[in-house]
């Protein structure tokens, strides 16, 4: 599945976790974006921070962020997690690094998880439905 940067790959409507991922690498962005569909999520996709802050204003409340920490264009992943809260303070978000010494942003115990590539995306399937509680309450709207 190709999709742009921006666009929705909705999911089937019965109230799955919407998570947006925020990663400037197409190719990783496409993957997990497919991934997490598979797993029933409906998937919000942007490529930077402005496409980020456009999704989070033009879309419904997410349910999870998902964010490399470092982005091009000004906008890092710490910048679109305090915006995302500011419209839901209790959004949970996975940080993604290439860095090795985790360059880890404040995290908060519960709602945050840093994870370090490579990774597989079935990794962050599970930690996405761990977080989310998919399948086990309706989204928040």
């Known amino acids: 599945m190709t999709l742009p940067a921006g666009h929705n790959v909705a999911g089937d409507g019965m109230g799955n976790a919407r998570i947006l991922i925020v990663e400037d690498e197409f190719l990783i962005r ?4 497919e991934a997490l569909t598979d797993e029933g999520f409906e998937v919000l996709e942007a490529g930077n921070g402005q496409e ?5 204003r033009d879309n419904p409340p997410l349910d999870l962020l998902l964010t490399d ?13 305090v915006a995302a809260r500011e419209r839901n303070e209790n959004i949970p978000v996975i940080f993604m690094t290439g860095r090795p010494d985790g360059t880890n942003p ?30 086990q309450q309706p989204r928040r709207d």
């Open 30 to 33: 496409m993957t997990l974006a």
């Open 52 to 56: 980020a802050m456009a999704a989070l």
């Open 69 to 81: 920490i470092q982005l091009p264009g000004g906008m890092n992943g710490r910048d679109i997690a």
């Open 106 to 135: 404040a995290l908060t115990p519960g709602y945050d998880v840093v994870i370090s590539k490579p990774y597989l995306p079935s990794d962050i399937c599970a930690v996405a439905r761990r977080l989310t509680n998919q399948g």
